[in-house]
């Protein structure tokens, strides 16, 4: 496998490379003979863009940064800085986003004809609601802030499937974690592993000859469920009350 990448060497390209190998180990899985052209896609959007995602946060995990020499050997990960930033930079204010603030403002203007000139206030309504957010100065018809994010014009209705992809990740790899290779989720590292590989390959070799809830139940014994999510950060969740305590949380 090859990739033409475009990128500097940071932390978010870091992530972004490691998702884009997922999808094209996805693409290699289910291109064969068994799979017709017209199926050879993934059952869902959203298990596409989970597997992808799972390959990015696996490459995270302190174990594996530390095996590949970008953490310094012999140092001591902080595990609530690691679990802070799980949960801040791909997780959590993601799915207010992804979830809430995208797909409700698309069903506004795709289903219910939101006219034009209330398309920003509504925007930023959803921005505040969801995500707790004020604009830095009020912003007026005149603009389309919401077109400044490029799935907005270029993959509509889409955006849906990374909240559905972020809690499949979490499906997925606390199953891998417990499953195969016996370590806490929070801190593991996949590789060296080759039944990890051959566990996401059942997955994806089918393509979209089954339904994508079957192939979830079969593959994990769930339905959809954010528990392995809820139990990835329960130990962050312990600290911040810890934290907070006596401190009002939430926004008016
Ligand atoms: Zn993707």
Known sequence: MRG??????????????????GHAFYFLAYRRPEVPPLLRDSPVSGLHEGIAELGA?????????QSIGILPAGTAPDPVAFLLDDALNPSLPFMFFASGTMTHWEADLYARDLPPDQWNARWWQYVRDFQGIEPPEPRGEQWCDAATKTHINSVPCYYANYAIATVIRFQLHD????????????????AGHTEVGDFL????????????????RDATGEELSTRAML???????????????GREIGWE
């Open 231 to 245: 139990e990835y950060f329960a130990p962050l969740q312990a600290w911040l009350e810890e934290q907070n305590h």
């Open 57 to 65: 946060f696996a490459a995270r995990q302190a174990p594996y940064l």
């Open 201 to 216: 390959r059942t997955i994806m070799e089918k393509g979209a000859t089954e339904d994508w809830r079957q192939v979830l």
């Open 175 to 190: 199953f891998i974690a417990k499953k195969f290779l016996h370590q806490p989720p929070q801190s593991c590292n996949y």
């Open 4 to 21: 033409l990448l475009n990128i500097e060497a940071n932390t978010d390209w870091y992530g972004t490379a490691h998702h884009e190998f």
